[in-house]
Each structure stands twice: as C-alpha cells, then as structure tokens.
C-alpha cells in the first residue's frame, strides 16, 4: 500500500494526510532594506536622497479541511451580516 504524504495544519497544529487538506498560499514580510545616498557627490550642494523598500515573500501552507471550512463559514457570515447591515440602513 503507497503512503501519503503528511503535512502540519497552521491552524489546528494536527497531523493530517495531504489528501484531507488544502495548500493555500499566502504572502509574508520578509524584511525591509533602506539606502541613502548622494546624488551629485562632491562638496557643493548636497542633497541626499532616500529609498526603503519593504520584501515580501510568497509561502505554501497546508490547512485541513476542517479549518478550511470555519473559515469560509466566517466569511460567509460576515457577508451576511454586512449585507444585513446595508439592507437596515438604506430601508430603515
């Protein structure tokens, strides 16, 4: 019988097969980078210039079905409940 890869879920933290779970990417700060610098140079007028610029990095997790589906259900229900929310005000 072939084994099935096994992942971590990033929510529950519970070991499950990859065939019960979902991968999902999602973006993380990695850092940040900062440079200063002199655009004429020399003695005469100096104007330093900045730059930041801040990294990002694009992960792969694995959530289980379980945890997947709480979170399309609080989605739903705060579509809802949005909605619900406009309907009151624009007929209340």
Known sequence: MKKVAQS????????????????????????????????????????AKGSARVHYRKKQIWVCN?????EMRNIFYMVTGLAAMYVYTVYM
């Open 8 to 47: 971590t879920c990033v929510r529950c933290h519970h070991i499950y097969p990859r065939t019960e779970m979902t991968q999902k990417t999602v973006t993380s700060h990695s850092g940040n980078s900062y440079g200063v610098y002199n655009l004429f140079g020399g003695s005469g007028t100096k104007k």
């Open 66 to 70: 379980d945890c997947s589906w709480d």
